[in-house]
């Protein structure tokens, strides 16, 4: 992989959290959610400059003590009603700004402190050497969609029309879920398409295990502690790679 600027990964990490307050910053093994992410694009070796995009003072001062630069985000980008993309292009112009223009962004949520060094440059190696517009990381749905119902006024139906919950589950057609672990985008391409999806143009996916998840209570926090202890007895040799062409 040569001839590109050096790639950026972008960690957005507001002060504001609901079902967990300052939960970037809350406590996992010790450390702050955000590190782990900060130390995982550090560590990448495609990863040119590791940008924080943050309205929060102590996430800002943690942010730099764990060795990443830090674009303070203005309040209107930091609400709840607010888009993440929209933060995504703030700091973007902010570099265009400064003369630090990249070809290329990794967008890497606090939320996935599970991702390796390896798993971003896979992905962003992938992307590049692809010539894709965009990556994103997926895993196996599980039940499988053939299996999921609905349920109106206590009447179950299969979601999906004309579905066979009842077939073997190694006959049924597998689905597969965004599981949040990295995002890569073509910055033209973004661009070019406004978002606020950030899978754009010729996408790719990147089918890993099971990784990455949403926090919204402090439970999550221990599934989580329990992932990582997993994480260090799972390979990445069993990620599966296919390709996924946007309509």
């Not at 010790?30 to 990863?47: M, V």
């Not at 730099?64 to 609400?79: D, H, M, S």
């Not at 962004?105 to 939320?111: A, K, M, Q, S």
């Not at 990455?212 to 599934?223: K, N, Q, W």
Request: charged letters at 30%.
């Amino acid at each position: 992989m040569t001839g590109y600027k050096p790639v950026l990964a972008i960690i957005p990490a507001r002060g504001g959290s609901k079902g967990v307050p300052r939960k970037n910053l809350y406590p996992l093994q010790g450390r702050p959610l955000i590190a782990w992410t900060i130390e995982a694009a550090r560590a990448a070796k495609t990863i040119g400059a590791v940008v924080v995009s943050t309205d929060d003072d102590e996430i800002a001062a943690v942010a730099q003590q764990n060795g990443a630069e830090v674009i303070r985000r203005p309040p209107e980008l930091a609400t709840d009603e607010a888009m993440v993309i929209d933060a995504v292009f703030h700091v973007l112009d902010t570099l265009d700004e400064q003369g630090r223009a990249f070809d290329y962004y990794v967008h890497l949520e606090p939320t996935a402190p599970e991702r390796t060094p390896e798993l971003i440059d896979q992905c962003v190696t992938a992307m590049i050497d692809g010539n894709f517009d965009s990556v994103a990381t997926f895993s196996i749905l599980d039940p499988p969609p053939g299996r999921i119902w609905r349920i109106e006024d206590r009447r179950p139906s299969v979601f999906i029309p004309d579905s066979n919950p009842w077939r073997r589950r190694q006959d049924q057609e597998p689905g597969y879920y965004l599981n949040g672990a990295v995002y890569g985008v073509r910055v033209d391409a973004l661009r070019e398409d406004g978002g606020p999806s950030l899978m754009v143009g010729d996408a790719m996916a990147v089918i890993t295990p099971e990784i990455g998840g949403d926090i919204d209570v402090l439970d999550d926090f221990h599934r989580l502690e329990y992932i990582l202890e997993r994480r260090k007895n799972t390979s990445l040799d069993d990620c599966r790679w296919k390709t996924h062409e946007k309509a």
